[in-house]
């Protein structure tokens, strides 16, 4: 006999104490992004994947799941990210010229985890920046991030800098190496010398020098010093290591490190590429970066920018949360009764009713008061223990 309340793997219910943690987080983290000045939007959990997965590479695609649209007949896809739904949103629905500024929060699925000890139902939120191309943005999308964590309660946050734009301005001049993009991309991701070494055999000898050089180029703000001494002088180089320089220099956070062969969004990315850790967890707390080309493909090129963060794997890194002081009230056909009980809600108690013959069961609340009859009245006591 099969156990059918059995769940599939990497996916589990979230249960109270979780759930209002998860909530309150949401919560306080839509109010930050709301004082920055963005806008609340809610995609659909399902789109036809054309347009859910334009833009996003390949490693959207395999991380979604598909079914038949029933109506259409046509392939839809339930989101495995909400980035290119509100790119889409920002397109054609909002089409405003100026800059907005957007922000979302809600599950998505993922056909498989996306790293250690990952769900594969993650609660996405994030905020993303349209129509403005300067590295101002990507400064602002930068502290948000932070910010919220801070907020959150997380500290010894580790920020890691890296730059899409840097191997393909490494390559773009060496038709031998443009080529084999897709196969640097998973030598550096690895980094894998001895691949590496292999593969470029036949580069040019700068570029060579400059792709065995680049996984090597991991440290503090300083190997930006270094890794201007290795690599080629070109406009595209020069520009990733002073946006990189800038950056670091500016962010509010105890640890900054620049890993120049970090390619993780590589081919969702056009420029900056960040990422937020902690202590004790292996996946990055929040990934964001700019991603200028996503609107292209909607038919409206937008400058975008942006961050997303798993608010389980967030929620997780904290405490468990207080509970709630909260009231125990009979219920009974009162009006005197039940106009105290509405009076003591109204001020933000929580009044927890037993029905009669039956007590109240909860985790999240400590009851450390209750409404007891007062001759005509009802008036409340403290009590020691539930």
Same mark, same amino acid.
């Given at each position: 006999? =099969? ?151 997380? =500290? ?15 390559? =773009? ?13 998973? !030598? ?17 000898? !700068? ?77 990055? !707390? ?101």
């Amino acid at each position: 006999m =099969s156990n059918t309340w059995l769940l599939p793997e990497f996916i589990a219910d979230v249960l109270p104490a979780e759930a209002r943690k998860m909530e309150g987080l949401r919560r306080l983290i839509l109010d930050i992004f709301q004082g920055y000045g963005y806008e609340l939007v809610i995609p659909p959990m399902l789109e036809y994947v054309e347009s859910l997965l334009t833009g996003t590479g390949q490693d959207t695609d395999i991380f979604t799941f598909k079914l038949v649209d029933q109506l259409s007949g046509r392939t839809m896809g339930l989101r495995a990210d909400m980035t290119t739904q509100v790119a889409r949103i920002d397109a054609h629905l909002i089409n405003r010229r100026t800059v907005t500024r957007l922000c979302y929060a809600g599950s998505v699925l993922h056909t498989r985890p996306a790293g250690l000890q990952a769900t594969r139902e993650p609660f996405q939120i994030g905020a993303e920046m349209y129509g403005y191309g300067g590295l101002e943005a990507d400064a602002e999308i930068q502290a948000l991030a932070l910010d919220s964590l801070k907020a959150a309660g997380i =500290s010894g946050i580790s920020l890691n800098l890296s730059h899409a734009g840097l191997l393909k301005s490494l390559v =773009s001049n060496d038709p031998v190496a443009k080529k084999h993009a897709p196969q640097l991309f998973d !030598l550096l991701e690895t980094k894998d010398m001895p691949g590496l070494d292999e593969l470029t055999a036949r580069f040019h000898p !700068l570029t060579r020098k400059a792709l065995m050089a680049l996984p090597g180029l991991y440290g503090d703000i300083g190997i930006l010093k270094e890794a201007k001494k290795v690599l080629p002088s070109n406009a595209g180089i020069t520009l990733a290591l002073n946006d990189l320089e800038y950056l670091a220099g500016i962010a509010e956070c105890p640890r900054v490190t620049i890993d120049l062969a970090d390619l993780n969004g590589y081919h969702y990315h056009s420029g900056i590429m960040f990422a937020a850790f902690v202590p004790g967890l292996p996946n990055a !707390l929040a990934r964001g970066g700019r991603y200028d080309h996503v609107g292209e493909a909607f038919g409206r090129s937008r400058p975008a920018t942006g961050f997303t963060m798993d608010l389980r794997e967030l929620s997780r890194l904290l405490p468990p949360a207080e509970k709630r002081s909260a009231i125990r009230a009979p219920w009974r056909d009162d009006a005197v009764l039940n106009g105290k009980i509405r009076e003591l809600r109204n001020a933000g108690e929580i009044v927890v009713c037993d029905l009669p013959g039956a007590r109240a069961g909860y985790d999240e609340f400590v009851c450390d008061r209750e409404l007891v009859a007062d001759g005509d009245n009802w008036v409340l006591k403290t009590v020691e223990k539930e």
